[in-house]
Every structure is written in structure tokens, then in C-alpha cells.
């Protein structure tokens, strides 16, 4: 564990710690965040007197991003969600924009620590130590992707290696020289080095990797995913849970059994998407604890998830995700009535050996939207198993085109494989 204390709180001291945290924060936040005092004002509450307990905290008003990419296009560049003077920002990154406009973020130099904190939770619940060499075949840019999982890897010790500005088959020269153990990227662009490897008959059984870390999108959590993954690589893969807005709040354990949310520095609650009452199943709303200068509070994440009933054995007592992330809301696709998930379709997809990549087309027949998969597949009988694989696990025929290798778009950061035409 990166910190036993914590991890193993019970949930009296656990809800202590919570608290005191989010009141010290709220004194802040309305005396000098204009974004957190006009919402909170609103909502009825003056000042931190009237926080007096968990059923205040409820009365705090929830946050979508929609409101937060507002602010910033009536206050450009960066909105009101700032609760210090400009001097004190040391870092800016945005959001990948895969879901709508993106969204700039600002960190202070205390907050940038408390994200790289947070990454040493996420590396070390996947077994990742000092002694290891991990590699982020990330291109450094605005998108935050893995710029503080490299910074976690620092706190924890471990020797950082820097993978931007190389292509494909450079990295995985760079892995072997150097002697990566870790690799630290989104699942769809782990499957995309393995695929590179085996085209230039590169052995990913010389490299020394033996953990696989991923982002950015649901599948590492999605069994079929994993499996690709850890048989390509020969090493154990692990789930991860962030975003730009909020930081790096969810990971696995050894167990993986779904995603711990580290709740000694974020406050977790799943909510009923439609009415906003508590559910186990449903929408994740987060809150994070200490990342004052530009903070996220009750901030609905659009995330489907679903909360695990019994301890993980592992021992540590935080709130886990049972199967991480599900999905995301704004993603579902409605297919003749039958409400579908990509992750769900990619879960199927990830079976077939024979398929190196698929997109998701939704196209309009008439009054409803219809879906067709094209697969990179040799053959029509290929395509011909995989219809009746998704008919069989989702309940519905799908449409499946196969079209020539390689002439589907491949990911580095994440896939954006649901094309709407």
C-alpha cells in the first residue's frame, strides 16, 4: 500500500478525515472563489457555519462540466474557478476534448504535488516499487493524460522514462534498451504496440515488462480488454480512473476486483442520473479534497458505475467500483429501444483474436439510429462470428462490415472509435 494508515481506515475515522478536509477547503472557497461562491450563495449557504455536517454537504449544489466550459467562454481563458491570484498557478492543462469543448485547468504548485501524490497510489496499488523502470509513451502536450502519472512515479522512486516524440516501433526499441518493467499508457494504444510488434516480428517476451498501468478509457477494466492485453505483453494489466477536472482518483489493487477510489483525498457518491437520489447503481459524483486552487466539488462526472457491496480482501476499506468504469452516459447508444454501451460491444469485439481494430458507426435508418461495426477481419466468416457473438451477448443483430487491415484509425491517447454519420 502507498499509505496503510489511510488505506485502512475505518469508516467512522474515514468520514472524520473527509470532513475535516472539505470544511477546512470550503472556508477558502468562499472567501476568494468567485465560481464556488456565486454556486454555493445560491444554493443558500453564507459561509462554512452553515456546514455543519453530512446533510449539509448535500446541499451543496452538484457541478457539470457544461457549467464549468460556460464560465470559461464568459471568462476566457480560464473562468472563475480559481481560488488564488494567477501568480500562484504553475501548470495548465485541458481536457482531450473528446466529449465537447475542452476545458483548460490551472494547478498550483501544492496542487501539482497533491496529483502526483495521488499517482503514487494508483502505481503502487498495481505493484509498481523503487526499483522499477516505467514508461510513459505519452506525447507531452496540453491534454494532462500521463504528465502527473509521471510525476507519481517520482514520489514512489521509480525511474521514469519519457516516451514523446517517437513513433511506435522507436518505443519499443527505447523499452528494450532501457529495460522498462512498467508500461503506463491507454489500453487501446498497449494493443497498438503489441500489434506493431508482432507486424516487425519483435518479441515482447525479450522486454522485461511485467506491469501494464492504463487510462483514458474503460478498457482495462473490461475482462476480454485485460486479456489481450496481458496475453500480448505476459504481464499483469491494471485499471486506472482520472480526469483533468478532478485527478487521479480511482485505481486497483492487487486483487482487481474493480477500482478502489482513494477517498482520503476525493469524496465519492453514485447518483441516479435522471432524479439525482442515492443509488448503487448509477452516475459517479466527485468531490476532490486538496486541490484548492481550481477545485471540482460534486462534480458529476458522467461516468456510469456501480458500487461493490462486500470488502475487498485486500484489506484496504476505501468505497471500490465494481467492474471500474461502466461507461459513459453521454456515450449509450439506443438501438431500437435497447440502451448499449461501446464498452459493452468492445467487450465483445476484444474475443476475437483475428481483430486488431473496430469502429462503431451509429447512422440514422429512418426515425432511429442504427449501429454498424466494421472490423478489421481476413474474412467474411470472421465478421459473420462476431454478429452472432454481439447478438448473442447484448440481445440485439448489429451489422458488421469487414474492411482491409490497417485502414482503420489507430490511438496513442484515447480511441475515439464511435463515428456518427
Not at 499509505?3 to 485502512?8: G, K, M, Y
Not at 516516451?163 to 497498438?192: F, I, K, N, W
Not at 492487487?254 to 435522471?274: M, W, Y
Not at 487491415?405 to 489507430?410: E, V
Request: with cysteine; aromatic share 10%.
Amino acid at each position: 500500500m502507498f499509505d496503510r494508515a489511510l488505506e485502512t481506515l475505518g469508516p467512522d475515522h474515514l468520514r472524520d478525515h473527509q470532513w475535516r478536509r472539505f470544511r477546512g477547503m470550503a472556508a477558502q472557497l468562499l472567501a476568494s472563489n468567485r465560481f464556488v461562491a456565486r454556486k454555493w450563495r445560491e444554493a443558500g449557504i453564507e459561509s462554512v457555519e452553515d456546514l455543519r455536517g453530512w446533510d449539509d454537504f448535500r446541499r451543496v449544489p452538484l457541478t457539470r462540466k457544461a457549467e464549468l466550459v460556460d464560465d470559461q467562454a464568459s471568462n476566457p481563458p480560464f473562468g472563475t474557478n480559481l481560488t488564488y491570484p494567477f501568480e500562484r498557478y504553475v501548470r495548465v492543462h485541458q481536457t482531450s476534448g473528446t466529449s465537447g469543448a475542452p476545458l483548460r485547468w490551472l494547478d498550483t504548485q501544492e496542487s501539482w504535488e497533491w496529483w502526483a501524490r495521488c499517482w503514487g497510489f494508483v502505481l503502487r496499488g498495481a505493484g509498481v516499487g523503487p526499483a522499477d523502470r516505467v514508461f510513459f509513451p505519452f506525447s507531452f502536450g496540453l491534454f494532462i493524460g500521463f504528465w502527473a502519472g509521471f510525476e507519481g512515479a517520482r514520489v514512489l522512486g521509480a525511474l521514469a522514462i519519457p516516451g514523446g516524440g517517437q513513433d511506435s516501433p522507436t518505443r519499443l526499441a527505447s523499452m528494450e534498451a532501457l529495460g522498462a518493467s512498467v508500461l503506463v499508457c491507454t489500453p487501446s494504444y498497449a494493443l497498438h504496440l503489441a500489434e506493431v510488434a508482432r507486424e516487425r516480428g519483435i518479441d515482447l517476451g525479450r522486454l522485461p515488462v511485467r506491469i501494464t498501468v492504463h487510462a483514458g478509457e474503460p478498457g482495462a477494466g473490461i475482462p476480454a480488454v485485460r486479456a489481450r492485453i496481458e496475453g500480448a505483453w505476459g504481464a499483469r494489466t491494471y485499471d486506472h480512473g482520472g480526469m483533468t477536472e478532478m485527478g487521479a482518483y480511482g485505481y486497483e489493487c492487487a486483487e482487481r476486483g474493480g477500482l478502489h477510489v482513494n477517498e482520503s483525498e476525493f469524496v465519492a457518491e453514485v447518483i441516479d442520473p435522471v432524479t439525482a437520489a442515492p443509488a448503487r447503481e448509477g452516475e459517479l459524483v466527485l468531490t476532490n479534497l486538496g486541490r484548492l486552487g481550481s477545485p471540482a466539488i460534486r462534480y458529476r462526472t458522467g461516468d456510469r458505475v456501480r458500487l461493490a457491496q462486500a470488502l475487498c480482501p485486500c484489506g484496504r476499506t476505501f468505497v471500490r467500483l465494481e467492474g471500474g468504469i461502466l461507461g459513459r452516459l453521454d456515450d449509450m447508444l439506443i438501438v431500437r429501444g435497447v440502451n448499449v454501451f461501446p464498452a459493452a460491444i468492445e467487450g465483445v469485439v476484444r474475443r476475437f483474436s483475428a481483430i486488431d481494430e473496430f469502429q462503431i458507426e451509429v447512422f440514422r435508418a429512418g426515425e432511429l439510429d442504427e449501429v454498424r461495426v466494421l472490423v478489421e477481419v481476413g474474412d467474411a466468416a470472421g465478421a459473420s462470428r462476431l454478429q452472432e457473438a454481439l447478438r448473442a451477448s447484448l440481445g440485439i443483430r448489429f451489422e458488421v462490415t469487414p474492411v482491409p487491415l490497417r485502414s482503420l484509425p489507430r490511438y496513442e491517447l484515447k480511441a475515439r472509435r464511435v463515428v456518427r454519420r
